[in-house]
């Protein structure tokens, strides 16, 4: 696949997904998506009908952790919700993304498969840069996947945190 400059990713099945706050921001990722070559699959919402975001974001996140996508893009008005439903579904780390940096963090330090952004504090042209930034940047692993396995066997534990 492609990635606005031209360089390969290896990603290739890219869910996204929004409430009525994300929902114009969505029909620009998706265009711009389906234009780098992306296979994507639309998860909602379809208007800007009011909806509840936590029904997209875990329909959307549940998929991402079975491996039926590589990756993920939540968008709600914020990106702080879709960013907490998505983080509820066991196997997902998903991260709010605002800037440059943060697109590159989230897959480079946090392996997060999924992004979250808001529709009504990112603009269009930002928001376009930020998911050509997280697509095209992999988990670099070292210290890192040290960090990622807490992340991932702190699912294990039950009950809250120190229990």
């Not at 997209?56 to 439903?85: K, N, Q, S, W």
Request: hydrophobic share 35%; charged share 25%; net charge neutral.
């Amino acid at each position: 696949m492609k990635a606005g400059g031209g360089e390969t990713v290896g990603t290739k099945a890219i869910a996204i997904g929004c409430d009525e706050g994300g929902f114009e921001l969505k029909q620009t990722i998706l265009k711009l998506l389906r234009d780098d070559g992306y296979e994507v699959k639309d998860f909602g919402c379809y208007s800007l009908d009011p909806i509840d975001y936590p029904e997209v974001g875990y329909d959307l996140a549940r998929a991402v952790a079975r491996g039926e996508h590589d990756r993920g893009i939540l968008i709600c008005g914020t990106g702080i919700g879709m960013a907490i439903v998505a983080n509820k579904v066991p196997g997902v780390r998903a991260a709010q993304i605002h800037d440059s940096y943060s697109a590159e963090r989230a897959r480079k330090s946090n392996n997060a498969q999924i992004m979250t952004m808001g529709g009504r504090v990112v603009g269009p042209e930002l928001a376009k840069s930020l998911v050509r930034i997280w697509l095209a940047s992999e988990f670099t692993g070292g210290n890192s996947a040290r960090k990622v396995d807490k992340i991932m066997a702190g699912e294990q534990r039950p009950g809250p945190p120190g229990a």
